[in-house]
């Protein structure tokens, strides 16, 4: 069993900065992928970033590219999410998970399809 906490989240206005962590327990996630995941009230849980067990592949779609950046520390089992130039649509839950059937090597996902284990989420929150 595994278990996901995410923290982090809160109020910011728009053009601020916010860091998001994400730490696993249970089980260790160095050969995992990982991901973050946003949802609004009514939608389908979005994938916003995913990195690799080798820290080489991440990915990102465009709403976020170039202002989110996933990092991992396997030594903490933890990954991060940091969340710069912050915009009022950037304001839903925002929830980690982990591959924890495969071996993940070079290869992360955005489909929250690919993910069995989910943090609680965490809000996030950004004033115009």
């Known amino acids: 069993q595994v278990n996901l906490v995410e923290s982090g989240g809160g109020l910011v206005q728009a053009g601020e900065s916010l860091r998001l962590s994400c730490t696993a327990s249970?089980?260790?996630?160095?050969?995992?992928?990982m991901g973050w995941f946003r949802q609004a009230p009514g939608k389908e849980r979005e994938g916003v970033s995913c990195i690799s067990a080798n820290v080489d592949s991440t990915i990102y779609p465009d709403s976020v590219k170039g202002r989110f950046t996933i990092s991992r520390d396997d030594a903490k089992n933890t990954i991060y999410l940091q969340m710069n130039s912050l915009k009022p649509e950037d304001t839903v839950v925002y929830y980690c998970a982990l591959d924890a059937i495969r071996y993940s090597g070079s290869v992360c996902y955005t489909d929250r399809d690919e993910y069995n284990y989910w943090g609680q989420g965490t809000q996030v929150t950004v004033s115009s």
């Open positions: 249970g089980r260790t996630n160095r050969y995992a992928a």
